[in-house]
């Protein structure tokens, strides 16, 4: 006789229940682990996935941000330009005011305005009379004061001067704008 037939049939139904319980839990726990491996390779994936696309993200990210700071750095370098063209101009024409002035005070040059002509008798380009000393036919001139020469020289001064700095504006807001 064996040893298998001495046991009991209910011992050895219970056995074959236990051993059949035990190889459905083991397979289970393998399913389960199994499982948790393809669900650890597909999380894996999905983390490599995420991270290779914030990487591909930040490298769009950065070649943005240098291509704004080449433009922000070549529009600074324009304005730079654009501002010492025009500090340029404004220290020609304040130098030329002041030669200009410099005449005006040593009375090497002197200012003269245009009469208004009173005359009504006739509508000939010929003066009447000629004057001393005078070989060129047209309209009768005053000199001016020297006092009221440098007043006038100083409003075209003020008025040159906001002219270049009104280019100077324009140019500016062009080139931010453009």
Request: charged share 25%.
């Amino acid at each position: 006789m064996r040893l298998f037939d001495l046991i009991p049939v209910q011992y050895r139904i219970a056995a074959v229940f236990l051993l059949l319980v035990i190889l459905a839990g083991g397979s289970a726990a393998l399913a389960w682990t199994v499982q948790g491996w393809r669900y650890g390779q597909q999380l894996e994936r999905q983390a490599r996935l995420q991270a290779d696309t914030f990487n591909e993200m930040a490298q769009v990210s950065a070649s943005l941000q240098r291509a704004e700071q080449d433009k922000r750095l070549a529009l600074e370098r324009r304005l730079q330009s654009k501002d010492e063209t025009y500090h340029k101009e404004l220290t020609n024409e304040q130098t030329k005011q002041a030669r200009l002035r410099d005449r005006l005070a040593t009375a090497d040059l002197r200012l003269s305005v245009v009469l208004a002509a009173t005359e009504t008798t006739g509508s000939c380009a010929m003066p009447s009379a000629t004057a001393t000393g005078r070989v060129v036919h047209g309209a009768t001139r005053a000199k001016l004061d020297p006092a009221h020469a440098q007043r006038i020289i100083g409003i075209t001064d003020a008025g040159d001067r906001g002219l270049i700095a009104l280019a100077a504006c324009q140019a500016y807001a062009r080139e931010v704008t453009r």
